[in-house]
Nanobody
């Protein structure tokens, strides 16, 4: 019954910032002890965990993406967001938000609830 919905522009120009928002229904992003993640899947490749924001607002990032990634939340609207800066065509992917994981376990296979995903293409 928990529902997540990604939203944001489907096309981003190289060097710009990719911004997406995940709206959560039938659950609260402040509910103990859940974390809220962003995951992406480039064409022909596997799922890649990007980062997460915990129920208490703590953030965690994939080391290879940390310098370009920012995850934030709006608790009043029960939403959390992703910003990925300085994008290149290699950032083209289907982007998902999901509930799951915690401070020392970000295994995507263990995540329980997922949005349907949204295609983001980086192109001029």
């Amino acid at each position: 019954q928990v529902q997540l919905q990604e939203s944001g522009p489907g096309l981003v120009k190289p060097s710009q910032t990719l911004s997406l928002t995940c709206t959560v229904s039938n659950d609260s992003i402040t509910s103990t002890y859940y974390a809220w993640s962003w995951i992406r899947q480039p064409p022909g490749k596997g799922l890649e965990w990007m980062g997460a924001i915990n129920y208490d607002g703590s953030t965690y990032y994939r080391p290879s993406l940390k310098s370009r990634t920012s995850i934030s939340r709006d608790t009043a609207k029960n939403r959390f967001s992703l910003q990925l800066s300085s994008v290149t065509p290699e950032d083209t992917a289907v982007y998902y938000c999901a509930r799951g994981g915690y401070g020392s376990n970000w295994s995507v296979s263990d995540f329980e609830y997922w949005g349907q995903g949204t295609q983001v293409t980086v192109s001029s």
